[in-house]
DNA sequence: ATGAAAGCGCTAACAC
DNA sequence: GTGTTAGCGCTTTCAT
């Protein structure tokens, strides 16, 4: 059953072959396809005639030959970094809504601190991409890798788009990000507005994503006249380990009533930790996440509210974003709006 | 700073360098580097000369040129098909494991019922890809996609290999999958280790992995000699809205002291709707989930017990398997284990 | 042991 | 308006 390899045809249809069939030159047929004057129109009997013979045959050309012949693979590179229990789906249907209407498709790799970079650099190299969209986490110890992949795309003449997670400028040439600041800052805002004034931040050192999100935590404090407490600013490694060892350890030597967690992972972490301590949430102290990862989120208990992190348009604008690169058109970036997902561990009621 | 768009050398050092700076022909460069005898070896002088030409140069051969020259893209086109919220990346990484050291990256196509398959189709023919991995969930209205790809996988001479949640076998020429069956067994007898009698099944219709979980179920119920009760077999669709709704239900119609769901996902919405009826988990209801995604299992409360999914180590098998065939060797195919995460959903002690 | 040359399928000047 | 032709960079048969 699985064994008779299929036998294999590789029906190649060439332009020759339309070209013979509709009575035509290679060229021609080639710029029919292509709608490209050559520089005069083509005559629209010819046009249909070729037309008719690609459709009969069922034409489809050979993508190598394309790109050998133009120098454009009509395919991105996705570099997802140091990426393991994210959302990579929801950014790559938003990347391809874009690109596949414009004919380009996704090739992708991973890459962490072990693995991947020479391979990556390998593809680039070889000339099977047009552009590179990086998406995923930028540690301080992985940055050298990111570099490598920089310096292969530039001796390339490739762009490199972030997506999400901010990546520091001297890697790519321009970022899609969504606003970590406002966001958190609505979040934080949300918190006080319950009355809260003792609120904990869960942050992660190091990311500069990380770093707006704990700006927009600072922001809301500043604007409701609550002195920031040092103590309560907690930065850490973004591990889920991490978040519940220091909010059990945090609940023994502060005062608290509210933790606005950079990420849901950490937010989900930190509501065990709470439980494990004995406290009740929301009422003890509420919570706050940031991502929505929706099908975690709605069922936690309690319902976990959070911020909608718009991966899939985040995608779409990288996506796009990087094909003005390589047209040389303006680039057309934004900070995406993010909005409050109310559920209840905020304490508000369902 | 974004603006002026990077300068494109496009840097390509060709054979032709090569062969120039080494003194030889385009031919010889080409052997030398892809070790290749012709019939007769290659001197050791010519070779290394070669060899230094290429290293000093920064030579990377152009895939496109490649490609056209051989007929072979040394590419794979992975399909997530109607895939939304699960493990793509872990899946990915297990796939490139196996690829990447043999030189095949990549390429990404996602399709559902109303996006992508055409464009899928359109990769498969322009001979962008030399064998196919399906994964992702066919439902039978999406089975017709699956055939589109079929197809144009036949037509192109390629094998399509599926990971993961078993594809029926009309549609793939082979499946790298878990021991679903087996798994779920173990599950089950968990269960009734715990001395649990009235196991509800939380199931989904008309999907081949769903049902060997529903196998496993009754497999352990038969060992154990506990008949089924039909009323507590429930199948639906997969979403957590669904599971929800049905497992509320059911604590108003009927009687039972655990839950067996197919995927952590549905665990988690029963899990909720469990302490929405007032019922506590685990004294009232013990429960188990399957796919151990451990960055949500490890948080709810209690912590969920469930069956490890080794995406992982099925995207290596798969992609080993789709070499294998591409290179018309013995498939190399096994139901890879599973084992059971125990955590306290299922009522064992911390 | 190495080189010459044809060709993979397509594009893009340029000629007619 | 359409055809000719010369590549794109690499592989591979065959001749030497």
Same mark, same amino acid.
């Given at each position: 059953?699985?064994?008779?390899?299929?036998?294999?045809?590789?029906?190649?249809?060439?332009?020759?072959?339309?070209?013979?069939?509709?009575?035509?030159?290679?060229?021609?047929?080639?710029?029919?396809?292509?709608?490209?004057?050559?520089?005069?129109?083509?005559?629209?009997?010819?046009?249909?005639?070729?037309?008719?013979?690609?459709?009969?045959?069922?034409?489809?050309?050979?993508?190598?030959?394309?790109?050998?012949?133009?120098?454009?693979?009509?395919?991105?590179?996705?570099?997802?970094?140091?990426?393991?229990?994210?959302?990579?789906?929801?950014?790559?249907?938003?990347?391809?809504?874009?690109?596949?209407?414009?004919?380009?498709?996704?090739?992708?790799?991973?890459?962490?601190?072990?693995?991947?970079?020479?391979?990556?650099?390998?593809?680039?190299?070889?000339?099977?991409?047009?552009?590179?969209?990086?998406?995923?986490?930028?540690?301080?110890?992985?940055?050298?890798?990111?570099?490598?992949?920089?310096?292969?795309?530039?001796?390339?003449?490739?762009?490199?788009?972030?997506?999400?997670?901010?990546?520091?400028?001297?890697?790519?040439?321009?970022?899609?990000?969504?606003?970590?600041?406002?966001?958190?800052?609505?979040?934080?805002?949300?918190?006080?507005?319950?009355?809260?004034?003792?609120?904990?931040?869960?942050?992660?050192?190091?990311?500069?994503?990380?770093?707006?999100?704990?700006?927009?935590?600072?922001?809301?404090?500043?604007?409701?006249?609550?002195?920031?407490?040092?103590?309560?600013?907690?930065?850490?490694?973004?591990?889920?380990?991490?978040?519940?060892?220091?909010?059990?350890?945090?609940? =023994?030597?502060? *005062?608290?009533? +509210? !933790?606005?967690?950079?990420?849901? $992972?950490?937010? @989900? %972490?930190?509501?065990?930790?709470?439980?494990?301590?004995?406290? =009740?949430?929301? *009422?003890?102290? +509420? !919570?706050?996440?940031?991502?929505? $990862?929706?099908? @975690? %989120?709605?069922?936690?208990?309690?319902?976990?509210?959070?911020?909608?992190?718009?991966?899939?348009? +985040?995608?779409?604008?990288?996506?796009?974003?990087?094909?003005?690169?390589?047209?040389?058109?303006?680039?057309?970036?934004?900070?995406?709006?993010?909005?409050?997902?109310?559920?209840?561990?905020?304490?508000?009621?369902?």
């Amino acid at each position: 059953m699985t064994s008779g390899n299929p036998q294999k045809p590789k029906r190649h249809v060439t332009l020759l072959q339309i070209a013979d069939v509709a009575q035509v030159s290679k060229a021609t047929v080639s710029m029919v396809l292509n709608d490209r004057p050559n520089p005069f129109p083509i005559s629209e009997a010819t046009r249909k005639r070729v037309m008719e013979a690609a459709q009969k045959l069922g034409y489809r050309p050979n993508a190598a030959a394309k790109a050998l012949a133009t120098g454009r693979s009509l395919t991105i590179l996705m570099v997802a970094f140091d990426l393991w229990d994210e959302n990579l789906i929801a950014r790559l249907r938003g990347v391809e809504a874009h690109l596949v209407p414009k004919g380009y498709s996704i090739r992708v790799c991973t890459v962490d601190a072990e693995h991947g970079v020479s391979f990556c650099a390998e593809l680039i190299r070889s000339g099977q991409a047009d552009g590179i969209l990086l998406t995923g986490l930028a540690s301080p110890q992985t940055l050298p890798i990111l570099k490598t992949v920089r310096d292969e795309a530039t001796t390339m003449g490739l762009p490199v788009v972030g997506l999400a997670n901010a990546f520091p400028s001297e890697y790519v040439e321009a970022t899609a990000d969504i606003d970590d600041t406002r966001g958190s800052q609505e979040a934080v805002d949300h918190l006080i507005q319950h009355g809260r004034r003792k609120i904990a931040l869960l942050g992660v050192a190091d990311q500069p994503w990380a770093h707006n999100r704990e700006q927009g935590y600072r922001n809301a404090l500043a604007e409701a006249g609550i002195p920031v407490d040092p103590e309560l600013i907690i930065l850490g490694d973004r591990s889920q380990t991490w978040a519940y060892d220091v909010t059990l350890e945090l609940t =023994r030597s502060h *005062e608290f009533d +509210a !933790i606005f967690a950079v990420t849901d $992972n950490m937010a @989900i %972490a930190a509501m065990a930790a709470l439980k494990a301590a004995g406290k =009740r949430v929301p *009422e003890d102290c +509420a !919570i706050i996440g940031f991502d929505n $990862n929706a099908h @975690i %989120a709605r069922f936690t208990d309690p319902p976990l509210t959070t911020i909608e992190n718009p991966f899939y348009d +985040a995608g779409k604008m990288a996506a796009g974003m990087l094909l003005n690169l390589i047209d040389n058109k303006p680039l057309g970036a934004e900070l995406l709006p993010v909005s409050l997902v109310v559920r209840q561990s905020c304490g508000c009621k369902h």
